[in-house]
């Protein structure tokens, strides 16, 4: 049964409220409830198509960020496990039933066609349809969730299960389109979260195995980042004569854009005042400002409003 409740403090215009609505649906549908018949339980869901726009039927599922101190006590439970942070751009490939394949991207909207390298490897899935996610790099898809197999929703299965699915589908000599590394056990992870560090990845991912799909801030799944990284809007080029972008983020309470840093601009892509970029960095310092930033890529799958103070990570003793 759902909660009443209210999505707004004050009333809005039929045309503002008619989205609101259409997007809660969406997601409680993609989450598993079914509008009842004549007073009696739906039945079982089958696979959801993108809507008439070209969007994602699964918004993006948010990792919550983690600092060190809480990756001993995750080390330990049997509950979750822990996985490669693939270091690449979101994406979710969906098999239809005519055999042709739609990419999303992370902002739910389809992409262009995906690359050959990917699909031909697609191919020697033996699956009717599948609804996939994970990060590409370059031309190899790393996947680590599934939501639909063979018409049927899977969301509301548990991780393990549909972890579980993946193993048995995908190919283990597949070099383009490869399962998430996993370590299971309490042993396991030590000598994973080891292995990331060696090999200088990303992070890691700490994931509940018993959570079903949760789209949004669902706080189910854990990210641990070795070198953290934040979206940041260029709001300047070239302080005094350097090579470098001055780095914003939008202050929410204060309503405004408040700088956070400069990052050199040598042997980077050409950025231009306005775009939005993907910046590397130790940790945040008193005054919001980024230690050793330096910019990673240009992102044009995030759109401004994501560029938030909210995402900076300060060093430990430090208060936001």
């Known amino acids: 049964t759902l909660r009443p409740g209210s999505k707004t403090a004050q009333p809005v215009p039929l045309e503002d409220a008619v989205k609101i609505f259409q997007r809660l649906y969406q ?39 983690i600092t060190e101190p809480v990756v001993p006590a995750l080390m330990e439970r ?17 098999k239809m039933p005519d055999g042709t394949y739609v990419g999303f991207n992370k902002l739910g909207n389809t992409i262009g066609s995906l690359a050959s390298e990917i699909v031909s490897e697609l191919k020697k899935i033996k699956a009717k349809t599948f609804f996939m996610v994970g990060e590409q790099i370059g031309t190899s898809w790393v996947v680590y969730n599934l939501y639909e197999l063979n018409n049927k929703v899977l969301t509301t299965s548990s991780y393990e299960d549909r972890y579980g699915k993946l193993e048995k589908m995908i190919p283990s000599g597949s070099r383009n389109v490869t399962l998430v590394a996993t370590w299971k056990t309490a042993e396991e992870k030590v000598q994973g979260l080891d292995a990331l560090r060696l090999h200088r990845c990303e992070g890691a991912v700490y994931v509940l195995k018993s959570a079903p799909y949760r789209a949004g801030t669902s706080r189910q799944h854990k990210k641990f980042k070795f070198v953290k990284s934040l979206s940041a809007i260029v709001v300047g080029l070239g302080h005094k004569g350097h090579n470098s972008a ?56 995030v759109t401004q409003s994501d560029c938030t103070v909210q995402q900076l990570i300060y060093k430990q003793g430090i208060a936001a």
């Not at 008193?286 to 910019?295: D, E, F, S």
């Open 246 to 301: 001055t780095l914003g983020l939008i202050d929410t309470k204060k309503e405004r854009v408040v700088e956070v840093g400069r990052c050199s601009l040598n042997g980077k892509p050409n950025v231009k005042v306005g775009d939005i970029v993907e910046i590397l960095y130790l940790y945040a310092t008193a005054g919001q400002r980024l230690y050793q930033p330096r910019l990673q890529r240009i992102r044009i799958d």
């Open 78 to 94: 049997n509950d979750y496990w822990l996985q490669l942070k693939a270091d690449g751009e979101y994406r979710q490939i969906q």
């Open 27 to 65: 997601e409680k549908f993609t989450e598993g409830y079914r509008p009842a018949l004549n007073g009696k339980a739906a039945p079982a869901p089958t696979a959801v198509t993108f809507d008439s726009q070209g969007r994602t039927p699964y918004p993006i599922e948010d990792l919550d960020e």
